[in-house]
């Protein structure tokens, strides 16, 4: 696996971005991005505005493949340094649960060509805003 | 004490004829789907490959769907068999257990015990689970006639649909095996503790006679059964068991024979890892209820709840069905509770209850595990509230149940500053205000309806007679001395917990009544044991004691083998 070239900080910015202000009790409904909408084509995209290419992330294969968590972690580093990073998030670390301690899948909030979503709700009052 | 009725039946008892008849399979299915006895017949087990199944299933006519449309069979097609060369590494053992849940962790470790070279393969990145209560028969502590007057309770609370071989079974290995977790989990490191009868007050006689009992508490919250069954794997890894995290399994390997040999799994970086299994593959992957799919078809009626799981997607009712194995028919036990807004020791109590908006919807000696059944639309979607004035403590002193304290409330307040103990932070959801409006706006119900409501309530209470709802005199007190109180509760769904046919030694069994070599499953993915509308709190911990029950036997039979 290629290094990519984000340096670790943005990562920890973009995740560092919480806030009151989520009234909606329910959370939205799940919009899982498919291999089918990552591929090709013009999609809004943070990293591709930082010059990544699909095949950076989505491989090379003919049939576009969902993003393993590992892929993401080449560029954006150690699950454990990320959850010391957001530790003193109110009203709780959202990189640290009794779900899966430091190893909740990052796709499951963060999405590249969709609307992020926050996990947590409905079920716990955590009103992140999910970068 | 022994079950000394039991013979071997020749032929299948009354449940196990039921599903076979009415549940799911995927001979069932090619037949509906293909419409026609010739599909049931030619795709026995030992019948055509998969690929060739799998081309008849695409080809069948189009499935019913339900109502909204949104309900069909169409999440279970096999997929294409994983091929070796896709496969990166091959291990062996002699026993795989699939989920390192409450069924599945003690399953491990009663198979290390007797012999077995054990692995666990895990979805989650350690093992998991919920809860804190679970419960079994202290037989030395019971009458004979105790224990079958509690299995006949227990048949009657699933409404006599279940295996009764299976209430049996927990009931005479249960105590044996709760104890055995108890000491194994101690040794692990875990603060457990055995309640032991004082937790089962209310069926300490049944039928006039006495029973004890072992109730392992892994607790007080925030420490459940989830801390519960990962200091019980330390013991488990100490005796050799492997554990292989954040591996979900994705398929079984399952020969021509229709034997299962093995399980497939996907680690983290996408890569398949097949474990092959000499004497056999225990499924303890839990219940499906975040399989939306799955959940329409098979109990639409938990389609607007909230779930308190994650991640239980069913996953091994599809290999289990892709195997051949049969899904309890429609109409599977549901198990939803709120005892985290609130006292649980308060959420039977019958104090005035309102739906959502604010309307009284119920009488309210309905027990909060079956008012579900009221809160199933889209609109209240398990939200209602319970409400009670100041005098509570001495007006509901001669209720059944445990009432809090005024100070004692503030630990379930989340507008209370001080310290939380014993309660997930994140759900308490009790409330005390002036006005029966501001207590409207605090439980989120509508002000002018809860006010309404409360005013309707306190006529009848005055009248001394329910005539809205006929709860009985003494259950009626008043809503009128300020400070007021509500407990917005809300069920969720805790678990489902109906699953697929097994035999006594927790052994899958195919269309045919037949058993399925190297399959076995257990916990809410084994069937049989329920029945009911609702999972029933008549025995406290049932569910987690008959978890523990079962992978205790069939770890040890698996590992015997
Ligand atoms: C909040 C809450 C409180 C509860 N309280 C009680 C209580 O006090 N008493 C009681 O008796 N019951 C209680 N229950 C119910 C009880 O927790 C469950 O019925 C019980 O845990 C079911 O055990 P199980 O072994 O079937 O599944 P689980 O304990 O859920 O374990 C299943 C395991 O399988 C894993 N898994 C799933 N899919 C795969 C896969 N593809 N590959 C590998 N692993 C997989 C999961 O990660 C999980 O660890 C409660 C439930 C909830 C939600």
Redesign the interface.
Known sequence: MKPMTIPKAVAALLVLLMAAGLGAAEAAPKTKATAKATAGTARTSKHADKGITCAQCHGRAAKK?LV???QCLSCHGDTKELAARTAKVK??NPHEN??????ADCNRCHHEHAVSENLCL?????HFKVP | MSQDHFQEDQEPDQYTKQTIENGFSRRSFLSRAAGGAAAAGLFGLSGLPAMAKDAAEAKGPELATSGDGGATLSFLPKPKPIRDREISETLTFDVVVVGAGASGVPAALSAAENGAKVAVVQKAPFALSQGNTGAGIDLAASEKAGVEALVARLIADSNHRCNPKLVRQWAYHSGEAVKWVIDRAKQGGSPVVDQGSPAQRAILKVNGYSLGYVTSFFGPKPYTTGDGMRHLAKTAEKAGVRFFFRMPAVQLVQNRAGEIQGVIARGPDGKYTKFLATKGVILATGDYQNNKAMSDYFIPDVKHFGRKQLDKTGDGFALAYWAGGVIEPIGHTKMLHDFDAGPASMCDMPFLAVDRKGRRFVNETVEMSLLNNYLRDAENAGHYSQIFDSNYMTQAAAWPGKLVPPEGLKNYMPEDPGPKKGVFESQVNTHVAGTIEELARKIEADPATLAATVKRYNELVASGKDSDFGKPADRLIPVLQAPFYGIHRRVRVSAICSGMLVDENHQALNAEGKPIKGLYLIGNLGGGFYGGVDYPLTVFGLSLGRCYTFGYLTGRHVAKL
């Open positions: 493949e393993p968590m590992q009203p709780t009794r779900h899966f301690g430091t190893e409905p079920c716990h009052k955590f």
